[in-house]
């Protein structure tokens, strides 16, 4: 099924969380399981109660079926979250979060939230986090610069958000930066 132009432009949620799903958690299994090889690596052996580091897809299909306790990256726990959401509402800059931190926390919430300590609150403060770098992420935009556009600590959720923006905008500003350019050497050859 073809789909239509302004969803071509960028990677839809869904697709973010697939690719986020690779990424390796802690694992404490609840059955025993020999070394398992797939496309991706093999993974185990699963020995009960011997922490194991498998892909997130993994550990979320074991997770449904009962048949493991997922540990949390250390990063997804509200202490750490207010902190960085501190953050987030007085400096200036984005502050550093893990990479692909949304897709992460979504998957985690939705399929452990058994797994995590106070999984309302790191809801509210992950949306709280959200909502603060959106408004960064608008404000950048409203500095655009034809030459170069300065958002470091972006995640990838966000970093495909902006997207469609950005690359309108950009080409939007080089137009307009090269029409006078185009003018100014014709008026000079007169």
Known sequence: MALPPSL?????PPELELVASEQLVEIVPLVSMERTAFISGAYGPLRPPTKCKV?????????????CHIVPPVWLNVDF???RFTRET???SFSEMPFRFAEVAKIL?????????????IRMLLKDIREARQAKSREGLSKLDHNELMLPNL???????????FVQGMAVL????????????????T
């Open 8 to 12: 071509r432009t960028s990677i839809t």
């Open 55 to 67: 892909p997130l897809w993994m550990a979320s299909n074991l997770k449904l079926k009962k048949k």
């Open 81 to 83: 979250l207010q902190e």
């Open 90 to 92: 007085t400096d200036p």
């Open 109 to 121: 919430l939705d399929v452990a939230p058994d797994d995590l300590q106070n999984p309302d609150r």
């Open 155 to 165: 995640c990838a959720m966000e970093i495909n958000e902006i997207r469609p923006f």
């Open 174 to 189: 080089t137009g307009l930066t090269r029409v006078p350019a185009q003018r100014d050497d014709g008026m000079d050859q």
